[in-house]
T-cell receptor, first 113, second 116 residues
Framework: EAQVTQNPRYLITVTGKKLTVTCSQN?????MSWYRQDPGLGLRQIYY???????DKGDVPEGYKVSRKEKRNFPLILESPSPNQTSLYFC????????????FGPGTRLTVT | AQKITQTQPGMFVQEKEAVTLDCTYD???????LFWYKQPSSGEMIFLIY??????QNATEGRYSLNFQKARKSANLVISASQLGDSAMYFC?????????????FGTGTKLQVIP
């Protein structure tokens, strides 16, 4: 089954404790992206990757890091989480280089206290 | 910079009626793609419909159609014969691609509630 998986689905952590949210897709997609969803703000792109070792900032990259060492994986790293990073996070993937629908993961609800 | 505006935070529609969800966009680029996604209360994001900026005909997918007016920079979603299962958040999104650059911008969403 074609899918995007994210782990963990729920996470409660404390300020400053490094964490990683994993994202994996099995569709051989070139393009992968991370979004955060906040009430009243919709989804905002954090980082995206056009292919292995190619990443770029989205609209809200501050406080986040990403890496793309393999085509299927695109982890999101919060090195020192703060309460304003409490949000619902989505990973998505699509074919690259054009206007293709994105396939979304189930979301990760992160709470930083 | 690209911007998507959805001016209707919430809407109600009677079951079996048609409803239009508004989406306007702002870009100086000539080539872009417009998408609509549905997010039910369960939280997943579901792709509904796509319109390319050079497509001359409005896109349709079953009960969904996209009313694309390029000169007005609008890409409204029309849902015909609303069903209770259409109650959800709806997001309009735009993709801009240029060389090694592919950014996605979403609107703030419209919460649609279908009344029996």
């Amino acid at each position: 089954e074609a899918q995007v998986t994210q782990n963990p689905r729920y996470l409660i952590t404390v300020t400053g404790k490094k964490l990683t949210v994993t994202c994996s897709q099995n569709m051989n997609h070139e393009y992968m992206s991370w979004y955060r969803q906040d009430p009243g703000l919709g989804l905002r792109q954090i980082y995206y990757s056009m292919n292995v070792e190619v990443t770029d900032k989205g609209d809200v990259p501050e406080g986040y890091k990403v890496s793309r060492k393999e085509k299927r994986n695109f982890p999101l790293i919060l090195e020192s989480p703060s309460p304003n990073q409490t949000s619902l996070y989505f990973c998505a993937s699509s074919l690259g280089g054009g206007f293709y629908e994105q396939y979304f993961g189930p979301g990760t609800r992160l709470t930083v206290t | 910079a690209q911007k998507i505006t959805q001016t209707q935070p919430g809407m109600f529609v009677q079951e079996k009626e048609a409803v239009t969800l508004d989406c306007t966009y702002d870009t100086s680029d000539q080539s872009y793609g417009l998408f609509w996604y549905k997010q039910p209360s369960s939280g997943e994001m579901i792709f509904l419909i796509y319109q390319g900026s050079y497509d001359e005909q409005n896109a349709t997918e079953g009960r969904y159609s996209l009313n694309f007016q390029k000169a007005r920079k609008s890409a409204n979603l029309v849902i015909s014969a609303s069903q209770l299962g259409d109650s959800a958040m709806y997001f309009c999104a735009m993709i801009f691609v240029s060389g090694g650059y592919q950014k996605v911008t979403f609107g703030t969403g419209t919460k649609l509630q279908v009344i029996p």
